[in-house]
């Protein structure tokens, strides 16, 4: 015992060490291993090109596009072009400043807009124009600098041209009391104390300059033909690579001082002492890099020519995969050892030394190949369990296999005191003694379940039993099941024994389980947890630390009494929120079984399917949201917006006179977690209570009576506590009838009339109150136009006039029961036709016609569908140039005939003047219900349509194709299940793609 005792201290020591260094490196990320997001125009970017960017003082970012400027919070474009902002002579933004003032800076291709105290301001120009603005500066005075056709600078609140001046600048850069420009025939020019040093490089000579920057004592110099570097009075070459000198598009200085260097495709970093890293952006699917910038943040923000925005980042999870050496990214096990780490994955095991992978393990010298599980033993030697076999890795480097569980898959292995190797596995629970005798343990002993998944001994030395049918606690020789509270039959994954003694026990999808006295406590969804599924549990620093399915989180232990309700205070460490487009992500994680993380020092560590994640435990949870910019638009369309200041205010908005019906986005400034922010609001002392927006940042109120109301809005990350409360006032003023003056004026004349004329008293009365039951009528009458208008439109696509997707959600539970009553009361092959229709080359017309005659062969496309479409049929602008036509009362052997309906009548369709001639389109078609009534929700039906239109797509285009799930055993599968193996059935043939029989090209 004491000698097992020092080799866990020892353990522990070197593997905290080595996460130490793992941890150092963490502080300076390689820029490969930097988390990232992308937008384009489809998340409301309003063009690809992105030429600048800046980020102003409320730390809101700017971006230059060449169809408008855009103003982005993290979730939300706000643009301002041509249409919407006149002062901006053109919408093509070429350049961005923020000045000392705080003031923006925007040049564009015909005009100087400087965005001051909210407002665009034109600068004055001249009489001399700089034509098109490739470069703005601020030196040390304040004063603003401007590169074109020719030099001005700004002088008592106008441009004019700097004195002394000649040719053509390219580049400007500001460094304390000097001015650096660079022009052409290969000048580089200083401007300090009012005069001018000029020296021509030959160097240079016949070069395009793009940007110049200053760090490590020299001035580096962007170029079409490289990287150059001024020192000394000397221009030299700075070789980034082997080969030709790549074009250098731009530079930027990182949070460090390094420099950034951007070529068409890669990202170089240059250090103080000249060290050069790169990284390559199209691994990720980004180049043709034209702009950079660098955050207060110290993040970066890169701009392509075709590919939109990207936001570079320190992300607090990353992976190391197959650039570290892994063999294999589909990791299942890690276990901390004095020589490194032991990472198991489909490819057998390798050990991670040094931020580095080596091979520890390979396929050819197991009888089965992944990695399921690994133990160290009280002696060092280390035990290997996969899918199919249990081998030992002895002193000589030599495997011993235990052929006693070929075939079974070994979920984990546990050392007693006296030195017994325990082992769970798939054919149920056994024991490897010294002389490597295997006895089964389960047979006769009341564990009645072969499928161990996990084992556990507690402080008084019981073993617990986690199968996938129960727990199971050991008493004396045998083995009793633990039936409260539904504990005898749940799937266990993982269990823990804190060190208050209480027990936990987390579960494959019924979520966790915590041992209190004679009694248990269940947590699940309800009770706050981001996920039914523990794989992974441990204990740090007064925090539970839980992997799951869709990430990694942790919760206070003292808030898991049996007194409380729900969990409070959660963190989430590593979320995985599904496939996204443009967002680096990691793919956690995995289980069911034991090793199925670490924690070492202050690193969390998990197997994912997409390489080892490490996790940093130490340091503060991030501060908790705080909404910042609220958008409030009437429904006559007025809009005004505000964006709280450093100290937090915000000026009350009043609604115009007679306006009651308003809607209010708001958002939280987060440009890394903007995804998984959730939303509430309320009208304090009018709603009863919060309103939950979920994931979508607005809100909306009709018939709001007169007064002056607060608005209170908060926001969260997604399963993590509320933040701080923003509050705004919103005025509505009152109609002159509801004021005190209208009511005194009416109180008087009708005491002046009972004065008068008191035998009209009667008829006058009576014809106020026709007046007045008219005026409410009229009122009423326009109230209810308005919420019909309101209702009808945010349910329809404004461009097609086509249902949009919210109709849909709106109408599917509906569909889907008739369709089930139908299918009860008519016949049992009447299905609901999901079709997915997609232009065939639509980005090729919007690059070639423009996005104009996008949208009009859009709306010619979305005619077609009505030309052909039935009564019963609801037509839905899916998204982009992809349409959804839900067809009711469909028998299933009609759905490829109709597709072809469809399809013909997109090709068929009419081309207007001006318009691309013939128009195809792609449709993939599935029924719901699936074949063989497999239980599956529609979502899976329309996922399944996706993929026939995607098979159509990869064939060629123009066609019609369908999935049949020609099996019946697939009923077995989830929606989930059946679409991640999509592939793999349909190469076994249990999943058929048929096409139309026609095919048109």
């Not at 017994?420 to 490597?436: Q, R, Y």
């Not at 949201?625 to 009350?652: F, N």
């Not at 639509?842 to 569908?865: E, I, S, Y």
Request: proline share 3%; charged share 25%; net charge neutral.
């Amino acid at each position: 015992m004491r000698a097992r005792f020092f080799h866990c201290c020892l353990l522990g020591l070197l593997f905290a060490g080595l996460l130490c260094g793992i941890g150092a490196r963490a502080a300076d990320l390689p820029l490969n291993q930097m988390s990232y997001q992308t937008w384009s125009t489809e998340g409301g970017l309003p063009q690809i090109s992105v030429h600048a960017m800046v980020e102003d003082g409320e730390g809101l970012l700017w971006i230059g596009t060449e169809k408008g400027l855009a103003r982005f919070d993290g979730s939300r474009f706000d643009v301002f072009d041509r249409s919407n902002t006149p002062k901006l002579a053109s919408s093509w933004i070429t350049r961005l400043l923020r000045d000392r003032r705080d003031r923006i800076w925007i040049a564009n291709l015909r005009n100087l807009v400087r965005w001051e105290q909210g407002k665009f301001i034109e600068q004055p120009l001249g009489t001399l124009s700089p034509g098109m603005i490739v470069d703005l500066a601020e030196d040390a005075t304040g004063r603003i600098w401007v590169a074109g056709d020719s030099l001005l600078a700004e002088s008592k609140g106008a441009m004019a041209p700097v004195p002394g001046w000649e040719g053509r600048p390219q580049a400007l850069l500001a460094d304390g009391p000097s001015v650096w420009v660079a022009a052409q025939g290969g000048v580089l020019a200083e401007f300090k104390n009012g005069h001018w040093t000029r020296r021509s490089h030959a160097a240079l000579a016949g070069l395009t300059v793009a940007s110049l920057a200053k760090t490590h004592g020299a001035i580096w110099i962007a170029t079409n033909r490289g990287l150059f570097k001024y020192e000394n009075e000397e221009v030299q070459p700075v070789v980034l690579r082997k080969g030709t000198p790549p074009k250098v598009t731009a530079l930027s200085l990182d949070g460090k001082g390094r420099l950034l260097v951007a070529t068409d495709a890669t990202i170089y970093r240059i250090g103080a002492n000249g060290e050069i890293e790169g990284c390559d952006t199209t691994a990720t699917g980004f180049a043709g890099i034209i702009s950079l910038f660098t955050g207060r943040d110290g993040s970066l923000w890169i701009g392509s020519y075709q590919q939109g925005l990207r936001h570079v980042f320190e992300g607090r999870a990353r992976s190391l995969g197959t650039l570290e050496g892994l063999r294999d990214l589909r990791t299942w096990s890690v276990l901390p050892t004095p020589d490194g780490v032991v990472v198991g994955h489909n490819a057998g095991y390798d050990r991670l030394r040094d931020g580095r992978f080596e091979p520890l393990v390979g396929a050819d010298a197991l009888p089965e190949t992944s990695g399921y599980s690994a133990f160290q033993d009280a002696r060092g030697q280390l035990w290997f369990g996969t899918r199919g076999a249990l081998a030992r890795r002895e002193a000589d480097g030599s495997l011993t296999n235990f052929p006693q569980f070929n075939g079974k898959q070994i979920n984990g292995m546990l050392q007693d005191r006296s030195g017994l190797i325990w082992v769970a596995s798939g054919g149920g629970l056994f024991t490897i003694d010294d002389n490597d005798q295997v006895r089964d343990i389960g047979e006769g002993r009341g564990l009645d379940e072969k499928m161990v998944r996990s084992l556990m001994f507690d402080s008084v030395g019981a073993l617990w039993v986690g199968t996938e049918r129960g727990l199971f606690r050991q008493r004396g020789k045998r083995f009793e099941r633990v039936n409260q509270l539904g504990l005898g039959q749940v799937f266990v994954s993982t269990m823990l024994q804190l060190s208050d003694g209480r027990i936990v026990v987390g579960t494959y999808d019924d979520g966790m389980y915590i041992q209190d006295g004679d009694g248990w406590k269940l947590l699940d969804k309800a009770a706050g947890l981001p996920s039914m599924s523990v794989f992974f549990m441990a204990e740090y620093r007064g925090y539970l630390v839980v992997s799951s399915s869709e990430g990694a989180y942790r919760v206070p232990i003292a808030t898991l009494a049996r007194s409380e309700p729900a969990v409070r205070d959660l963190e989430v460490l590593l979320l995985d929120q599904g496939e996204r487009l443009g967002k680096s992500r990691v793919r956690c994680c995995n289980g069911a079984g034991m090793g199925k993380g670490a924690i070492a020092g202050d690193t969390l560590m998990l197997p994912t399917l997409s390489g080892l994640a490490i996790v940093p435990l130490h340091g503060e949870r991030e501060s908790l949201p705080v909404v910042r910019q609220l958008v409030l638009t009437t429904s006559e369309g007025s809009q005004s917006s505000g964006v709280l200041d450093a100290g937090m205010h915000l000026s009350p908005i009043t609604l115009p006179q007679g306006v009651r019906d308003m809607e209010i986005g708001f958002s939280v400034i987060d440009f890394r977690r903007a995804n998984a922010l959730a939303y509430r609001y309320r009208l304090v002392d009018f709603d009863r209570d919060w309103i939950e927006a979920g994931l979508q940042n607005k809100g909306v109120y009709n018939h709001l009576p007169p007064g002056r109301w607060k608005l209170e809005v908060q926001a969260r990350h997604l399963y993590e506590p509320w933040g701080p409360s923003t509050l705004v006032e919103i005025v509505v003023p009152a109609r002159f009838v509801e004021g005190a003056t209208f009511r005194a004026l009416v109180l008087l004349l009708g005491l002046a009339a009972l004065m008068a004329l008191i035998r009209l008293r009667e008829r006058r009365l009576l014809r106020q109150k026709k007046e007045l039951e008219t005026l409410v009528a009229e009122r009423t009458a326009d109230l209810e136009r308005t919420n019909r208008t309101l209702a009808e439109a945010s349910v329809t696509d404004t461009l097609t006039g086509l249902h949009n997707r919210r109709f849909l959600q709106d109408q599917i539970d509906v569909l889907v029961a008739g369709t089930m009553r139908a299918r009860q009361d008519q016949a049992a092959d009447i299905v609901l036709g999901l079709a997915l229709i997609d232009i065939d080359h639509f980005k090729a017309v919007n690059d070639t016609w423009g996005h104009a005659v996008g949208d009009q062969v859009l709306c010619r496309v979305a005619d077609a569908l009505r030309s052909v479409g039935r009564a019963s049929d609801i037509l839905v602008r899916w998204g982009g140039e992809e349409f959804l036509v839900v067809l009711q009362g469909t028998h299933r052997d009609e759905l490829l005939g109709i597709g072809e309906r469809l399809r013909e009548a997109v090709a068929h369709s009419p081309a207007k003047p001006g318009e691309p001639g013939r128009i195809t389109a792609s449709v993939g078609i599935v029924g719901f219900p699936l074949e063989h009534n497999t239980g599956q929700d529609w979502h899976t039906a329309l996922a399944l349509a996706d993929k026939a239109l995607y098979a159509v797509k990869e064939s060629g285009r123009n066609r019609v194709a369908t999935l049949h799930l020609s099996d019946p055993d697939l009923a077995s599968l989830s929606g989930r299940q059946l679409i991640e193996q999509l592939g793999a059935l349909q190469a076994a043939g249990r999943v058929r793609l048929e096409f139309a029989s026609s095919k048109a090209f």
